[in-house]
């Protein structure tokens, strides 16, 4: 019994040293054609005549077909895609759900726990986007959202609302590759493409985020808020930060009971949200908000 054991513990063995020689070669020859990979500021200041835009083109379709898997705090493989930075960040391999976790796993909250990308890179957070050269071969190569999504255009399958023979359960062993992996993940799981369980994206849709990938994948910055929002976030602000001991207390309280919640001012008609949060900086300047676990930290 002994030895049976010990010999599936060595082909296991064998097999993860396989993998992970597998992901090695396959980086080298990714860094050899497209040179190493590096955070790309992704920032787009002027609009492009004829490109496709994030904002208006790409994450309606996202929001349509792969924020019901992909957001809030238990998206697959860590990956949001309900905003840009969502996607800019990218992906990590470590599961949220662990039944034999016996501590407290580190918060990974998006624009929270880390300030950005790189420091996303470095907790092990890995591109969906093309972090290589940027020319427009590279760019779909070298894009792990874009060879998933292409997987699925070569094996479309039936047109249902929800695939049979999928397991949808949030505890299911998540098969997360980087763009280095993803060949062979194409070849041992080649119905798993994205939207995985799901029928393709229409042929306009998968052009539409093709043309914007090719093209660096560029954002432009949302416009800022008018004055009549600045002054009211001024007023709120001065409210929540007065110097006596009762306004402490009550800001305090206010916060642990509305630190979750999205706010918005009903009077102008439109529904910009706001967040209460806790910053370092004094109210006027850029937030620095403190990332605490709990909100009575």
Known sequence: MFFFYLKRIYRLLIITIGLVGCAVIAERQLNDQWGEPKVQNRELLKELSGLPEYHRDIQPI???RCVVCHACYDAACQLKLSSYEGLDRGANKQPLYDGARLLAAEPSRLLIDAKNTQAWRERGYF????????????NLEGSLLFQMLKLKAQHPLPKQKILEDFDFSSNREQQCPTIEEVEEYQSDYPLWGMPFGMPA???SEFTLIQSWLENGAKVKPLPKLADKYLAEVAKWEDFFNGASLKEKLFSRYAYEHLFLGHLYFEKFGSKHYFKLVRSRTPSGHAIDEIASRRPFD
């Open 62 to 64: 996202l929001n349509q």
């Open 201 to 203: 994206l229409d042929q």
């Open 127 to 138: 591109p969906v986007l093309n972090e290589r050269i940027q020319t427009p071969e590279a």
